[in-house]
């Protein structure tokens, strides 16, 4: 635990802060507006580049070392990968020429946010138990999980819109574009309708995109913190009693449980991300 005089709900609270860029935050106040550009998360930046830099490694790594005999584990696995993405891009998104940029980054989209969603793996209080002893401070806030923070989610959601906005101007142009957007789909009489309706659909598409893979990466890490406290309640139990051993059996049995359901989770929500991205994608090249 990061205090053991901490209560359930502020050892909780405690790990579900992020380490910001303010030097005023203390313990109870690195919660902020998720609107609020005064401040970054550091720790959420931080990790999510390390893990992009290592993604982009193993990649490298097996492009560098890929054999026409036979291959090893490591390149039969990133080859079985690059060849399932690159069928899914093929059957969602019909321009050859554009696949050949979009499959690329589904690839990386699939490695980096498995990478991230993969931290959730880690002991809660492992890196930011080492964390707090190399600052010396008892209460220092570190979060490991990025896409348990909606700014990082949110972020990478972006970046695919704009690569949706991208492919619209590409391939119909500017003005097929901007004429798509006020008279789809109801026609150019009512063409501020249209206009708002198209919106408010990438608005939306975008929103969900991110809290999706938030949503669910966030109930995850609370999970572990809750399990975490099965183990925490048994081990300051100052006196011997019935329940003592009914806690730690069942600390044992539901992290195991959760660890292994989780590696289901963590795999999902990259592929659902993923597959999203190709589809909004692919949507860019439909005519209407």
């Avoid at 093929?90 to 990386?108: D, F, H, M, W, Y």
């Avoid at 003005?175 to 408010?200: C, D, Q, Y």
Wanted: one cysteine or more; aromatic letters at 10%; charged letters at 10%.
């Amino acid at each position: 635990m990061a205090s053991e005089s901490m209560t359930a709900a502020e050892y909780i609270k405690h790990h579900l802060q992020n380490l910001t860029s303010l030097s005023d935050v203390t313990e109870g106040q690195g919660l902020k507006n998720i609107a609020d550009f005064s401040f970054i998360n550091i720790d959420s930046l931080f990790f999510t580049i390390v893990l992009g830099a290592l993604g982009s490694y193993l990649l490298y790594r097996a492009a560098k070392r890929a054999t026409s005999g036979v291959p090893g584990r490591f390149q039969a696995a990133v080859e079985i990968l690059f060849e399932f993405v690159g069928d899914m891009c093929k059957s969602i998104i019909p321009n050859e020429q554009s696949r050949k940029a979009v499959a690329p980054v589904g690839l990386t989209l699939f490695v980096w946010i498995f990478l991230m969603n993969a931290m959730d793996m880690l002991p809660v209080d492992l890196l930011p138990r080492v964390f707090q002893g190399m600052t010396a401070e008892h209460h220092a806030l570190l979060r490991v999980v990025p896409t348990a923070d909606l700014n990082v989610t949110l972020a990478i959601a972006i970046g695919v819109l704009l690569m949706c906005i991208y492919y619209s101007i590409k391939i119909k142009t500017l003005r097929g574009w901007g004429h798509e957007l006020v008279s789809a789909p109801f026609g150019t009489k009512l063409a501020p309708a249209n206009l708002l309706l198209n919106i408010m659909e990438f608005l939306s598409k975008t929103v969900s995109h991110g809290m999706r893979l938030f949503g669910n990466m966030y109930a995850g890490e609370l999970v572990f913190l809750l399990i975490a406290l099965l183990g925490g309640a048994w081990a300051s139990t100052g006196s011997v009693s019935l329940i003592d051993p009914v806690l730690f059996v069942f600390h044992i049995i539901a992290g195991l449980a959760w660890a292994i359901f989780h590696i289901l989770v963590i795999t999902l929500q990259a592929f659902i991300f993923m597959a999203l991205a190709f589809v909004y994608i692919g949507q860019a090249h439909d005519h209407h």
